[in-house]
């Protein structure tokens, strides 16, 4: 017998608390490939916690595998300096609307309260940037958010944060493994009930108090003057695409005087099947659709949509012929820098030595922006969580206020220091402001995007993502990163003249398995692995006289790739 049918008769044995899982684990036993991607591997763990498939097996997000990872943690929470005052160490726990999500997080509280670490969790879904915000309200050693953002309804995840309310380093996450690799599914993981541990304290529903905080933190973004006449009626249709972002965004922006907002019905309430939006990612059209429709209906000025977890804003504006144009999350991102910067200018709200925070793979247009406000650049790896370590490096400098916005190309935006990852509740409540600002001064968000290229150039971004499921897609995608490591000559009939290797750490930033192309005329190419689906992305950038010429330059480019991919 193999270790995978010996761990699929081990599951088989003892997974007996979740009845769907007995079901599933049963129907395995006629299709031996079913057990073989279920169980060929544990599901990874990194800096962005777990990420997978619902479903039985040590390669599935299920009851087991939150355990198993909730007891490492625990483990790792009290051997380290977060417990060593002698105080009880605690965790803030939030969930979004996924499947088993509320289950998962309950079992994850269970496990830490029968390991002497007091529970915060809160007693409804709420959005990623509020667990960031709790844990640092409420000075935890650790958080954990259960979700998988924006990926199908299948999927779901359990991200950790650390003590400074960011996801965990690198490090952390290594240290994290070792103490989950020595945790037997079945025999190591502590549990206490959970209404038990609720009427004992050990499990403590975070107040409300904590989640208004957080509203008062976002509202003070604001860039308008006290009593600055603006035209806040504006004709707002907002889509949760049935996750958490409902209360939170509304709350924000009502009061801030926001009311014309019509939620769309079909994907207001909470609803991990995601049944009109089964890809509930604001990046693609099709999530936004139904949204689309209904500002037609409304004779809406803007479109706002947030994912799952309402860490990702995404955005359409009406146009002058009177159809609706999706914005990228690069564009949305210089619009809100540009605005941000020329606002503080005006205000005399400028930092002295202010700070703008981008990935690398985020458009380069950004830099200039920023250079022409006289506002420092810092690129970082792809994700947020190198975003929200840079921030923190400043607060530890006592330089939190100098941190004006942070973005990246995923459409994860943040204005201010209060939590320590992308937040769409201040994404949506800034984009409001700042379309309410431009409309009363008579400028529509495509004409100010437009004056943006004439005034630093054209620049096209784009992502092409590549699916590869399973064991032998974790082995073809590693072939094709050392195929780009070749070397690459050219591609899209366009010169390689550099290439930057991040795979053993550069330019201060920690080892990733990413790869950036230079090439000639300005253009560049990033390719990396997915850190949290079964995907290599590349991200193109092009920079050209017009949109047409980028554009058949990009597609030459992306030609190239396809055939890297294959």
Not at 150 to 175: L, M, R
Not at 539 to 553: D, L, P, T
Request: glycine content about 8%; charged content about 25%.
């Amino acid at each position: 017998m193999n270790d995978v049918n010996a761990l699929y008769t081990l599951w088989k044995t003892n997974a007996t608390e979740d009845p769907d899982l007995l079901r599933e684990l049963e129907e395995m036993e006629r299709d031996p490939s079913r057990i073989e991607d279920a169980f060929y591997r544990d599901l990874a763990f990194g800096t962005g916690g777990l990420r997978g498939v619902i479903g039985a097996g040590t390669n599935r997000m299920n009851i087991y595998t939150v355990a198993k990872a909730s007891q490492g943690l625990a483990n790792y929470v009290n051997s380290s300096s977060a417990s060593a005052s002698g105080k009880m160490p605690s965790i803030a726990i939030s969930y979004d609307s996924r499947i088993k999500s509320g289950l998962f997080s309950q079992t994850a509280a269970r496990v830490f309260a029968a390991n002497g670490i007091h529970v915060y969790l809160y007693s409804q879904l709420m959005p990623t940037p509020c667990l960031s915000f709790a844990v640092r309200a409420l000075h935890c050693a650790a958080g954990v958010m259960v979700t998988a953002s924006h990926n199908p309804s299948k999927y779901n995840g359990y991200k950790v944060y650390g003590p400074d309310g960011c996801q965990i380093t690198t490090e952390a996450a290594d240290a994290i493994l070792k103490e989950i690799e020595q945790v037997d599914t079945f025999r190591d993981v502590r549990r206490e009930s959970f209404d038990a541990a609720l009427k004992d304290g050990k499990i403590e529903y975070i107040p409300d108090q904590v989640t208004t905080d957080f509203i008062e933190h976002v509202k003070a973004q604001s860039m308008f003057l006290p009593g600055e006449e603006v035209d806040r009626n504006v004709a707002i249709v907002y889509s949760p695409l049935n996750g958490t972002g409902l209360k939170p965004v509304t709350r924000v922006l009502e009061e801030s005087g926001f009311s014309n907002i019509t939620v769309v019905k079909e994907q207001e309430k909470p609803d991990g099947t995601f049944p009109t939006c089964p890809y509930p990612n604001p990046e693609i059209h099709e999530a936004m659709e139904l949204g689309m429709q209904y500002a037609a209906q409304q004779n809406a000025d803007l479109l706002l949509a947030t994912d799952p977890d309402c860490d990702r804003c995404g955005i359409a504006v009406r146009s002058k012929e009177g159809g609706y144009t999706l914005l990228t999350g690069n564009e949305t991102g210089l619009l809100l820098l540009d605005y941000i910067c020329s606002r503080r200018k005006a205000n005399g709200r400028m930092p002295e030595h202010p700070v703008f925070i981008k990935t690398i793979v985020t458009m380069d247009l950004a830099e200039k922006i920023a250079a022409h406000y006289g506002v420092t650049t810092i690129n970082v790896l792809t994700g947020f969580i190198f975003i929200g370590e840079q921030i923190g490096r400043l607060d530890q400098e006592g330089r939190e206020k100098d941190y004006i916005c942070g973005f990246e190309e995923s459409y994860g935006y943040l204005t201010g220091g209060y939590v320590r990852d992308k937040d769409a509740v201040d994404a949506a409540f800034m984009i409001c402001e700042m379309f309410a600002y431009y409309k009363t001064h008579g400028i529509s968000l495509l004409e100010k995007l437009q004056e943006i290229y004439q005034t630093y150039g054209y620049c096209m971004n784009t992502l092409h993502s590549y699916t590869f499921e399973g064991s032998a897609g974790f082995a073809e995608m590693q072939n094709i990163m050392r195929a780009f490591r070749g070397p690459v000559d050219s591609m899209g009939e366009r010169k390689v003249l550099k290439v930057l290797d991040y795979q053993n750490g550069l330019d201060g930033l920690p080892k990733s398995d990413v790869l950036k192309f230079f090439l000639d005329g300005d253009c560049s190419v990033v390719v990396r692995p997915s850190g949290t689906e079964p995907k290599l992305k590349a991200y193109i950038s092009v920079n050209a006289k017009n949109r047409e010429e980028a554009a058949a330059v990009e597609k030459k480019i992306a030609d190239d790739l396809s055939c890297y991919m294959k």
